[in-house]
């Protein structure tokens, strides 16, 4: 149980192109989910929180208007890189717990390895 | 806002030694600590987790301490095997009855097991 599934694995790009990384709960209804950023060698650094029906949560120095966050479902969060550049190649990973009483680990999907040429 | 310390950031154990990774954390509101495994390009596999109200907790090779007064966690991974190398995060969070938690990793320590 408690899968995350998160496509696509890998994307390759133009500089100035738009990408959309789609996190999905598929066994567990999640209102929270999360989004990180982990360079080579690095630890995951979280970026922000999306919430089910409202606005997401941006951590202190990401910009919200280049990465766009959309929690339309209890199981689906999308992440859109506006505009990328070479400095947004990096993997990508979401995270969700299932929403049950009490603490609960996080489960990851399986990253988004973002290239921009 | 939660900051988490690991050590060592590099580890080379020779097999069937034992491993012991290091954190520390600054919030004491922090509740639930888990460890995380990472292999190269694949998503972290939680490991074992351990709760503020317990002191230890052991999972085969695997164990867990955790001192709340002195705000540090360990991992201890016994009888080491080179399938045991990867990426090790520790991690600390603030959960609620919701399920709700904000995790705060730490720098990560590459184990490498010597066969």
């Known amino acids: 149980g408690a899968v995350v599934s998160q496509h696509p694995s890998w994307v390759i790009c133009k500089s100035g192109t738009s990408v959309k990384i789609e996190c999905r709960s598929l066994d567990f209804q999640a209102t929270t989910m999360f989004w990180y950023r982990q360079f080579p060698k690095q630890s995951l650094m979280l970026m922000a929180t999306?919430?089910?029906?409202?606005?997401?949560?941006?951590e202190q120095g990401v910009e919200k208007d280049k990465f766009l966050i959309n929690h339309a479902s209890l199981t689906l969060s999308t992440l859109t890189v506006t505009s990328a550049h070479p400095e947004d190649s990096s993997f990508y990973i979401c995270s969700a717990a299932p929403l049950v009483q009490g603490d609960q680990p996080q489960h990851f999907g399986d990253g988004t390895r973002l290239s921009i040429l | 806002g939660e900051n988490v310390e690991q050590h060592p950031s590099t580890l080379s154990v020779q097999e069937g030694d034992s491993a012991v990774i290091k954190c520390t954390y600054s919030d004491s509101a922090s509740n639930y600590f888990p460890w995380y495994k990472q292999e190269l390009g694949k998503r972290p596999q939680l490991i074992i987790d351990?709760?503020?109200?317990?002191g230890e907790k052991k999972d085969q090779r695997i164990a867990v301490t955790l001192n709340k007064t002195a705000k540090h966690f360990s991992l201890h991974i016994t009888e080491t095997q080179p399938e045991d190398s990867a990426v090790y995060f520790c991690?600390?969070?603030?959960?609620?009855?919701?399920?709700?938690?904000?995790?705060?990793f730490g720098t990560g320590t590459k184990l490498q097991v010597i066969p």
């Open positions: 351990i709760r503020s109200n317990v």
């Open positions: 999306s919430n089910e029906g409202s606005k997401a949560t941006y």
């Open positions: 991690a600390a969070s603030m959960g609620n009855s919701g399920g709700y938690q904000k995790v705060t």
